[in-house]
């Protein structure tokens, strides 16, 4: 299988800021690819470079084939691009966006009516074309935005941030249009903060200060990246016992969560595991407190993001 983006030694500077760091990866055709890393993490400066939009300081990118510093031209021709604002014009009708949209892709006669009649039932507004678009909900909004990006049948979508703030409901209606392009054979790349969202994509790079900190399949990351079993520990009161938990030498990192903590073991053997639990229950004993639930559970990619980007802070911050 061909690849539909190819990035080797990508670097992108502002003065002294690395904003992306000297990344390489490749994008298959099909794939539905996740960018996955805090704000400034370098993920829509990586997207903007690919769609032409702003040259690299040094490196190579490559979409549908053709050079992103030399041909953004070309590229734009065989991208679509949303983005979780500025993508539409709130005070354009739904139909004048369609039709905006269109004119700058040169959609126009039969071909432009059959596109807004797909667009349309696409984000669920037949019968709404009158409607001003700043009046819509906000997943009605990024429907209409995500086809008015692909209107032109891209071969590749860029997505950076598209369900930021959407209901729930909207999100997964969003992600059926996603899986239903992909069997059409569009390639997607997308940036999210949803850890369900990126669960979804073939392969995740995880962007940490501008550089790649990982890259594999969802199921990849969670079994490869935490070292050790996960407790979960959820009591009331978890503050009071953290200072406490993190003197158990069989314990790697704490992190909170709900009520309590993901406990991360230095390993996964049984007697880690059950050494661990008891001292766990022996602190909480001492302070007053009680475990209502101290159980192994599964990693999940908030886990993975957490530990591994928490791991690299620590050792950027040893002296």
Not at 70 to 96: N, W
Not at 98 to 124: C, D
Not at 148 to 177: K, M, Y
Request: net charge negative; proline share 4%; glycine share 8%.
């Amino acid at each position: 299988m061909s690849n539909a983006v190819e990035v080797s030694s990508l670097i992108k500077r502002y003065g002294d800021f690395y904003a992306v760091n000297n990344i390489s990866f490749t994008v298959e055709k099909g794939e539905i690819f996740g960018f996955l890393g805090a704000n400034g993490a370098g993920k829509s400066t990586t997207i903007k470079i690919l769609c032409g939009i702003t040259p690299p300081t040094s490196g190579r990118a490559s979409v549908a084939g053709f050079d992103a510093a030399e041909q953004s031209a070309r590229i734009k021709e065989k991208i679509g691009y949303m983005s979780q604002k500025f993508t539409l014009y709130d005070d354009l009708t739904v139909e004048e966006n369609i039709r905006f949209f269109a004119g700058i892709r040169n959609i126009a006669g039969e071909t432009l009516n059959m596109k807004m009649k797909e667009v349309l039932e696409l984000s669920e507004l037949e019968g709404k074309e009158k409607l001003i678009t700043k009046e819509l909900p906000g997943g009605w909004k990024q429907k209409l935005a995500l086809g008015c990006s692909i209107l032109h049948g891209p071969e590749i979508l860029f997505l950076d941030e598209p369900t930021a703030g959407v209901d729930p409901q909207a999100r997964r209606v969003f992600w059926e249009i996603i899986f239903s392009l992909q069997k059409k054979g569009t390639t997607v790349f997308i940036t999210s903060h949803y850890m369900d969202e990126v669960e979804q994509c073939s392969r995740i790079a995880l962007m940490h200060r501008g550089s790649i900190a990982a890259l594999k399949s969802p199921e990849d990351l969670k079994r490869d990246i935490i070292p050790g079993t996960i407790l979960n520990l959820q009591c009331r009161n978890p503050l009071a016992a953290s200072p406490q938990l993190q003197k158990i030498p069989e314990i790697r990192r704490i992190d909170p969560l709900g009520r309590g903590f993901h406990i991360i073991l230095n390993d996964k053997s049984d007697e880690t595991v059950e050494s661990a639990k008891l001292k766990v229950r022996e602190i909480l004993g001492n302070l007053g407190l009680q475990a209502d639930v101290l159980e192994t559970v599964p990693a999940g990619l908030e886990d993975v993001f957490v530990f591994l980007i928490g791991s690299l802070e620590e050792k950027a911050n040893v002296p």
